[in-house]
């Protein structure tokens, strides 16, 4: 199957992912990684977070780094390997001997993927999708529910939401192509957004 899947030039080759697409990929060997993240993926750390914290998927790593500034925890964290907050214990319980170097570890996982794959790359909003609404119509003249209504309005979204179903290309190209996200340029007259200081 790798063969024939390395033959046809079969590749993840999405320009624009929604946030729960990037969240369901996995961390290990990530497609949108730089050489940088595959030199982290066999230390130490990457180990203990694949075998003591389960971290499969990038989302998991979110949930590693976030915990980190939970201002209500008590005892709030440390950024100590002896930490006693609640995190830090279980990670202890589950056989993590250096919690706080794991959650360093993950934050240097997500920051070692290229821009288009990043959870805090966020796209403008370019208000080309359609509307809750007008979906809801085209998902009723696909299904024949509405006799009135059978035409399609076109989605221009370029917005890959699930990654295995739109996000798999065949015969693609084998030139390596942007890593940068893709966001369509704003017409007319662009202002800046600036800084506004109240006293």
């Avoid at 015969?171 to 202002?191: I, K, N, Q």
Wanted: proline share 5%; aromatic share 6%.
């Amino acid at each position: 199957m790798m063969k024939v899947a390395q033959k046809y030039n079969v590749r993840l080759d999405a320009i624009k992912l929604s946030k729960v697409a990037k969240k369901s990929l996995p961390i290990w060997y990530h497609v949108g990684g730089t050489d940088n993240l595959k030199t982290l993926n066999n230390s130490p750390r990457a180990q203990c977070l694949r075998k003591n914290h389960k971290v499969r998927t990038i989302g998991d790593l979110l949930k590693i780094v976030r915990r980190e500034n939970r201002p209500m925890m008590d005892p709030p964290h440390i950024k100590q390997n002896h930490c006693s907050c609640q995190y830090c214990r279980e990670d202890s319980i589950e056989g993590c001997t250096a919690p706080h170097s794991c959650t360093q570890c993950a934050h240097k996982l997500l920051q070692r993927l290229h821009d288009i794959w990043k959870i805090s790359v966020t796209p403008p909003q370019d208000n080309l999708t359609l509307t809750h609404r007008r979906r809801r119509q085209n998902e009723r003249a696909q299904n024949e529910e509405d006799e009135d209504h059978t035409e399609l309005i076109f989605n221009p979204s370029v917005t890959t939401r699930n990654i295995y179903l739109e996000g798999i290309r065949v015969f693609g190209e084998t030139h390596d192509r942007s890593m940068g996200p893709a966001y369509r340029e704003r017409s007319g007259v662009v202002l800046q957004e600036e800084r506004t200081t109240i006293y």
